[in-house]
T-cell receptor
Framework: EPEVTQTPSHQVTQMGQEVILRCVPI?????FYWYRQILGQKVEFLVS????????KSEIFDDQFSVERPDGSNFTLKIRSTKLEDSAMYFC????????????FGPGTRLTVT | RKEVEQDPGPFNVPEGATVAFNCTYS??????FFWYRQDCRKEPKLLMS?????NEDGRFTAQLNRASQYISLLIRDSKLSDSATYLC??????????????WGAGTKLIIKP
C-alpha cells in the first residue's frame, strides 16, 4: 500500500539554525500539506500546496517558513531560523483531491530545538 | 467559542462498552467533517468521513447535525485496540479556504480489559 514517508524521524537543532524537513507524498496525489503538533496539543494546519504553489497558509506559517517541491517526488518544509517554540512533531500529508478527500499522513518528524 | 470543541476526556471504559464522542463546530459554512484516530506519538489516521445522512462502518457510527453544528461518533462493542485519541476535524468553511482543516483537541479513549 502506498504511503507518505518523512525524513528524518527526529531532528535536533540549535536555536537560530535552519532545518529542512523532507516528505515524499504518495505518487499520484496532487495536494500536499504540512501540519504541526506540539506535544500534548492539537494538530495545527500550516500550509497546503497544489500545482507548485502555496494554496493556503495559516497564521503560524510566517516568513520563517517556506515549502518547496524541488523535484517530482520530494516536498520540503524549511524553517529558516528555528526558535524554541518550533519544537513539535511535523506531519506531512497528501491527498488526491481537495479537502473532501482523505489526507494520508506520514509518520512525522520530531523537531527538537535546543 | 473554539472553532472545534470536543469532550476533554479521557474516557475510561470497560471492553465491550459503547462509547460516544461529541464535537461541536463554530463555522456554519463548514462542509466537510471527519473523525480521525491518533495513537500515542503516531500520525493521525482517518477513521470516517461524516455525511449529512449519517454513516456506519462496522462498529462505528458517525452522525452530523448541521442545525446544531454538532458531530458525533459512536463505538459499539469496544475493543482494547480502540484505545487512542479521537479527533474531530472540520474544514474551515470559507470559500477561499477549502484546503484548511481545523482540528479538535481530541478525546482520549482508554479501554480496560
Amino acid at each position: 500500500e502506498p504511503e507518505v514517508t518523512q525524513t528524518p524521524s527526529h531532528q535536533v537543532t540549535q536555536m537560530g539554525q535552519e532545518v529542512i524537513l523532507r516528505c515524499v507524498p504518495i505518487s499520484n496525489h496532487l495536494y500536499f500539506y504540512w501540519y504541526r503538533q506540539i506535544l500534548g496539543q492539537k494538530v495545527e494546519f500550516l500550509v497546503s500546496f497544489y500545482n507548485n504553489e502555496i494554496s493556503e497558509k495559516s497564521e503560524i506559517f510566517d516568513d520563517q517558513f517556506s515549502v518547496e517541491r524541488p523535484d517530482g517526488s520530494n516536498f520540503t518544509l524549511k524553517i529558516r531560523s528555528t526558535k524554541l517554540e518550533d519544537s513539535a512533531m511535523y506531519f506531512c500529508a497528501s491527498s488526491e483531491g481537495l479537502v473532501t478527500y482523505e489526507q494520508y499522513f506520514g509518520p512525522g518528524t520530531r523537531l527538537t530545538v535546543t | 467559542r473554539k472553532e472545534v470543541e470536543q469532550d476533554p476526556g479521557p474516557f475510561n471504559v470497560p471492553e465491550g462498552a459503547t462509547v460516544a464522542f461529541n464535537c461541536t463546530y463554530s463555522n456554519s459554512a463548514s462542509q466537510s467533517f471527519f473523525w480521525y484516530r491518533q495513537d500515542c506519538r503516531k500520525e493521525p489516521k482517518l477513521l470516517m468521513s461524516v455525511y449529512s445522512s449519517g454513516n456506519e462502518d462496522g462498529r462505528f457510527t458517525a452522525q452530523l447535525n448541521r442545525a446544531s453544528q454538532y458531530i458525533s461518533l459512536l463505538i459499539r462493542d469496544s475493543k482494547l485496540s480502540d484505545s487512542a485519541t479521537y479527533l474531530c476535524v472540520v474544514n474551515i468553511g470559507r470559500r477561499s479556504s477549502n484546503y484548511q482543516l481545523i482540528w479538535g483537541a481530541g478525546t482520549k479513549l482508554i479501554i480496560k480489559p
